[in-house]
């Protein structure tokens, strides 16, 4: 066990445990998030994306040590139910989810390709999601909303 | 508020509070703050007192027919409904508070909705098989109840303003006569019961007159969903909350030896390691914990019983005693018209066994202590499981409560059903609550897969072309299944605590038919489908055999969008576009030529029309025989014999070097009855379209000797965001007269037929086994004449 600081959405947290423990376990289990979602632990589906230093990473493989300090955003740190930020009121728009346990990975990696590449062509935001999975498949609204805010970016 | 935790905050304190000490309903919605508890909580409750009484047993039945257990009134106008069938995903909970608030004549925003709380709804069953709108929004449960409502709260109306019904209109929730007079629902019946059966003869809103049905309606849960706040099974916390892991066996058949306790002593946070027969699993204070505890605890397991080789599995099913034999259609002509045919085609056809794959791996919490127990689960099977999990747990139903919270999409059974097993048995060994999430491997190794198929087609044509007569004949394996009230051991968890799967009831030779049935869409669509006179096919072939053969299978089976249905109508719908291609037909007109059902030929012509479909035979003249081919394929189907109309146009382009298939443009046509939500309807479509795109073209579970090899994404492919998806196209034809129908899986069932259909046609190659991956298709293309 080992005392660090993690600095999530905008708030910092005095924590004491295992340096090895995967982002991911921090930020539901101490912090309580739902946001980021256990997937397959594995880094392959992307369920449990988050935005370190403006790159999105993946919670599940990433040990908390390694992001102490930095400034951690998770989907809840984008919007509220009430104020969504620009890509989740894109995907409400849209409609574009089923169960929607998978949409944390899509709109933060979606998010953090574009806020860095806000001028994308289609094949180039393509292959940003290429590790990303919605078994519900229901890409094409997903890739609609993502279209739409990259509008947004654009303008 | 998350909308989908309103049960919980009625319930989780109040409930227990109330079974305890006999509360009034009044006090209980004081001390909770849910203003409505509804009429049928305080029944319910009333039946939780008597223990021992037959009413205490069960929920079920007793409820059904009552309108309170159904419907209540708030003191403030509002309106609170109980439905068993639970939102997974595909839009129901909105569609269901539609349907509430449009015969009610309330805003939408007014209708509360508990779902799926076996403490709570009426017992509806499961919550699958496309049967959530047959069941509830026809002449029947939900639906009636509304419709009751709606006449029972005329009736008063009318009895207290003096004025006769049908001079009453009905708005937001207040009854106006032609005299001016009003009266609201909440001072006609607010916080009182309506004491009255359903009843069967009800008027129901005609969806011409619908303000709120049958528009699209934003899904309610989607903006928590988006913001990260949404409480997903998996995000349950319960107060002193502990973490399981379990340990699986290492291969198929293999039985435990021993477990070495001490192998994870010191490991921080560890609680406990639990041992009942052969399933293990242990207790840790946080899962990460749990997780290290799991992968270092020493278990020695036997050997498997050893897997036969994944290349001749076909050959192997073809082979396998003993066999349950069924004839679900046998107009006893077939061989004689075989013989007497001036032509006989054969193909046979393959299916993998396919895995449902949730992406989010499985949870489930459980409180198991002093005898009882409370479940939070992504069941689609509240009821059942409740029955079940009393039987895992060595306790009385009466004693478990069952409490639904959505997962990751499951397309079937996934693992939400035995990680509730998982669940309830390591908090019963440490009497605190215990959460427990599968691992990867764990959820894809286990679960129980869609079932693996081989069909043998043969069709007789005569000197014009025109089938005379079908004869199906398939074999597929099958082992466990949904648990139901009393099959535990149907998934992995019950299996390793002690309990068998439902027996195989082996049987041969397959007895006649009596009823016709087609659930499983093993009768194709172009014959009469005759049974004991009656025809419900909805083709004109009349002679006909359709023998089935269910075998043991290797691996637990169970329910995957379109059981059996897909793996049918890719082999009745790829026969008949070979059929159609060697008397030189289009395969539109060839089909249209044998159906008779005017609903099923209209969503052909709808989506062959859509789709600017050409009419010529395939495959396509001119094919050059390098380079990308484009071309198209069409399937239809009336979904389990009797449950949606659906017709896809499938175009795609075939590399003709790699193999590689790109599925470019899906034009689908649907019927299923009057639309509740047509936006809830189209993403139905195309996400199971896509789906059917995905299993069609890459997915196959796949073994060695031993075990199980397709363990996470890597070993089991999937189409990822990056994936170039085709352009869908949606025709709803809305039959504002017809029962209302399901949609959820139409699609699926068709894709894996239209895609090989317009994979022949640019190329003129035929692939009969799924997954159409590149290989085949290389092998096929190389074969060609």
Known sequence: MSGLTLKVNGQSHSLDLDPETPLLYVLGDDLGLRGPKFGCGLGQCGACTVIVKGEAIRSCITPVAAVAGSEITTIEGLGTIEKPHPIQKAFIDEQAMQCGFCINGVIMTAKAFLDRNPKATDAQMRRAMSGVLCRCHAHVRMIRAIKRYAQEVKA | MNPLEVSKELTSDAFGALEKTGMSRRQFIARSGALIVGFSMAGLTTQLMAPGSAAAQRLDGAGSSRLDSWIAIGADGSVTAYTGKCELGQGLYTAQKQLIAEELSVPFDRVK????????????????????????????????????????????????????????????????????????????????????????????????????????????????????????????????????????????????????????????????????????????????????????????????????????????????????????????????????????????????????????????????????ATIWSATQAIYPLKDSMAMVLGLTPENVRVIFRMGSGCYGINGADTVSYDAALLSQAVGKPVRAQLTRKDEMAWENYGFAFVIDQRAGLDADGTIITWDHEAWSPTLGGRPGPNNPGNVITGFLAGFQPAAFAARTPAPDPTDFSNGSNAVPSYVTGCVGGRCEGTGAVASQRVLTHNVKSLFWTGPLRSPGRLQNTFAHESFMDEIATLVKADPVDYRLRHLRDPRLTEVVKSAAKAANWETRPSPRPGIRRIGVAAGRGISCVLYEGDNGYCAMVAEVEVNQDTGEITVTRLVIASDCGPISNPDGLRNQLEGGALHGVSRTLLEEVTWDDQKVTSIDWSTYPSLFLSANVPKIETVLINRSDGSTMGAGETATTVAAAAIANAVFDATGARVRQVPITRERVKTALDSRA
Not at chain 2, 164 to 179: F, M, N, P, Q, Y
Not at chain 2, 275 to 281: M, T
Not at chain 2, 304 to 323: A, I, M, S, V
Not at chain 2, 329 to 352: C, I, Q
């Open chain 2, 113 to 372: 909705l508990i779902q799926c709380d076996t403490a709570l709804t009426p017992d509806q069953g499961t919550t699958s098989g496309a049967q959530s709108h047959p069941t509830n929004f026809n002449q029947k449960n939900l639906a009636l109840a509304c419709g009751t409502a709606r006449e029972a709260l005329l009736q008063k109306a009318s009895a207290q303003l003096g004025v006769s019904v049908d001079r009453l209109a009905v708005k937001d929730g207040v009854i106006r006569a032609t005299t001016g007079k009003s009266v609201s629902y909440a001072e006609l019946v607010g916080d009182r019961t309506f004491g009255v059966a359903l009843n069967p003869g009800a008027k129901r809103r005609h969806p011409s007159e619908w303000v709120i049905l049958g528009k699209p309606v934003p899904r309610e849960e989607i903006p928590a969903i988006a913001a990260g706040q949404f409480e997903f099974v998996h995000n349950v916390r319960v107060s002193g909350m502990l973490h399981g892991q379990v340990v699986r066996p290492p291969a198929v058949g293999a039985k435990l030896v021993s477990v070495e306790d001490a192998s994870v002593l010191g490991v921080p946070g560890i609680v406990k390691v639990v041992i009942k027969n052969n399933f293990v699993g242990v207790i840790a204070e946080k899962p990460w914990q749990a997780l290290q505890a799991a992968n270092k605890l020493k278990v020695a397991w036997t050997p498997g019983t050893g897997l036969p080789r994944q290349r001749d599995f076909h050959e192997y099913l073809r082979n396998q005693k003993p066999t349950r034999d069924t004839f679900v259609v046998n107009s006893k002509d077939v061989d004689e018209k075989l013989a007497r045919a001036a032509r006989v085609v054969k193909a046979t056809y393959l299916y993998p066994y396919q895995m449902h794959g949730s992406v989010g791996s499985s949870c489930a919490v459980a409180d198991v202590k002093d005898g009882k």
